[in-house]
């Protein structure tokens, strides 16, 4: 079956004052894949996110989803990040509809808080709520519209390890069911080769390289082993 390109990346640099934080970026972007993000702190990884975002414009380059430039703020695109930005005075449902009151949106976010196992939770305030189920909520939030692609910024680093792993199984369960394209941000090369099937790996300023992983989600012990050997080339290539 033939690919279908949902964003293209050709020719991207982007500097803050005279560093050059990003060069010569070229990449396709998939529709329906779990693309991941990995490389050293401050090697890039959140810039190109947010320059797919459209919070930031290239200095060279362009961006384009579905053949359109992007060159404001990416409506089709919903993001997550390490904290969870909720709105602390607003309910746990409100924080999803972001206090529509029309009867379509309160379904919808019924179906999200569901979805994300928070259905008792609707009507509390985000401070109930402990952090892997803040995560839960600010997934739904991103969800809410159902935006094309999801981007992931660091969004599980501030978890304990068994809920960053409930939070990956959730996130790549709804990302398939509702065929939303993914990319995802992380310092985190295992979770990186779990969650997604292309791994591309950000270094000196450049996309170095992309990995492809045909056993993501996959839990037998022959999948566990291939990804940790993916994780342990991608590690080197980091690290020399
Ligand atoms: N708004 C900004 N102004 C100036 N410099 C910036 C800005 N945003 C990022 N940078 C710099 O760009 C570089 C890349 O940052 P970025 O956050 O993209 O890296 P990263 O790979 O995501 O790092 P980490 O994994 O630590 O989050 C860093 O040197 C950072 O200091």
Redesign the pocket.
């Known amino acids: 079956m033939k690919k279908e390109i949902l964003i293209t990346i050709r020719g991207v640099n982007k500097s803050?004052?005279k560093?050059i934080?990003l060069r010569e970026i070229d990449l396709d972007v998939y529709r329906h894949e779990f693309l991941a993000f990995v490389?050293?702190?401050?090697?890039?990884?959140?810039?190109?996110l947010r320059l797919i975002a459209g919070l930031e414009q290239p200095n060279a380059g362009k961006i384009k989803q579905g053949g359109h430039l992007i060159n404001k703020i990416n409506d089709q695109a919903r993001m997550m990040f390490q904290e969870d930005r909720l709105l602390p005075w607003m309910s746990v449902q409100d924080n999803v509809t972001f206090a529509s009151k029309k009867p379509d949106d309160q379904k919808e976010a019924k179906k999200l808080l569901s979805l994300v196992g928070l259905t008792e939770y609707a009507n509390a305030f985000p401070t109930k709520l402990s952090g892997g189920q803040k995560q839960r909520l600010a997934l739904a939030r991103a969800l809410f519209s159902h935006p094309d692609l999801l981007l992931l910024d660091?969004p599980l680093g501030a978890l304990d390890a068994l809920t960053r792993r409930n939070m990956q199984d959730l996130i790549m369960k709804i990302c398939q069911q509702r065929k939303i394209t993914t990319i995802l941000?992380t310092?985190d090369i295992n979770e990186a080769v779990r969650m997604a099937n292309r791994i591309a790996l950000?270094k000196d300023q450049l996309i170095k390289e992309i990995f492809d992983n045909p056993y993501r989600g996959i839990d037998t012990n022959e999948a566990k082993e291939k990804r940790a050997l993916i994780s342990d080339e991608i590690l080197n290539k980091i690290l020399n």
């Open positions: 803050y004052v560093h934080v490389g050293k702190s401050g090697g890039g990884k959140s810039t190109l660091e941000v310092h950000i």
